[in-house]
């Protein structure tokens, strides 16, 4: 069984140039995660989907971020215009539920540096 | 808010020493308690978990145990070997993770 895919894996970007990233989560997962998480840190949620709607957003800065689930599998987070402090790794993952009890599982991720 | 509290953010042992990491959250509707090991510039993977319903689990080396009244848990890693070497992250409810720790273990 194939993972979370990811991609790109790295991206580095000039501030207030656009970025977007792409998750391909576990077959037959349909709650899909993205986080941020930066160095020494761990992950925080930006959005939570369930199939294709977004129940956890509280998170996402809605003036530069935005993403979308379409057909409720792959998912895509984007960042317009970048900033400086957007640099970090940006980790999607799925589960087979949304309750507390869903393990996870990580994608590889996507390392963005803002210049 | 839903907060966990991770503890220690670094620990150094010996090989073969015990290691034990402590997360305290707050929301006593927490019912699943995973912890997950980060590699330097990999994923975070589950490494072990528990239910609400236990008070300990074990896989091999490595331990959960959980104290509901007291809000916290903590996982117990024996006889360490420098591969146990990795930032180790506990998660509460759907998506609060803690700060992490930092674990080196010196051969």
């Known amino acids: 069984e194939a993972g979370v895919v990811q991609s790109p894996r790295y991206k580095i970007i000039e501030k207030k140039q656009p970025v977007a990233f792409w998750c391909n989560p576990i077959?037959?997962?349909?709650?899909l995660y993205w986080y941020r998480q930066n160095l020494g840190q761990g992950p925080e949620l930006l959005i939570r989907?369930?199939?294709?709607?977004?129940?956890?957003d509280s998170q996402l800065p809605k003036d530069r971020f935005s993403a979308e689930r379409l057909k409720g599998v792959d998912s895509t987070l984007k960042i317009q215009p970048a900033e400086l402090g957007d640099s970090a790794v940006y980790l999607c993952?799925?589960?087979?539920?949304?309750?507390?009890?869903?393990?996870?599982?990580f994608g590889p991720g996507t390392r963005l540096t803002v210049t | 808010g839903e907060n966990v509290e991770q503890h220690p953010s670094t620990l150094s042992v010996q090989e073969g020493d015990s290691a034990v990491i402590k997360c305290t959250y707050s929301?006593?509707?927490?019912?699943?308690f995973p912890w997950y090991k980060q590699e330097l510039g990999k994923r975070p993977q589950l490494i072990i978990d528990i239910r609400s319903n236990v008070g300990e689990k074990k896989d091999q080396r490595i331990a959960v145990t959980l104290n509901k009244t007291a809000k916290h848990f903590s996982l117990h890693i024996t006889e360490t070997q420098p591969e146990d070497s990795a930032v180790y992250f506990c998660r509460i409810n759907k998506f609060y993770f803690g700060s992490g720790t930092k674990l080196n273990v010196k051969p």
């Open positions: 077959s037959g997962h349909n709650t």
């Open positions: 993952a799925s589960s087979l539920v949304g309750r507390q009890g869903g393990e996870q599982y």
């Open positions: 989907y369930e199939n294709e709607e977004a129940v956890d």
């Open positions: 929301d006593s509707a927490s019912n699943y």
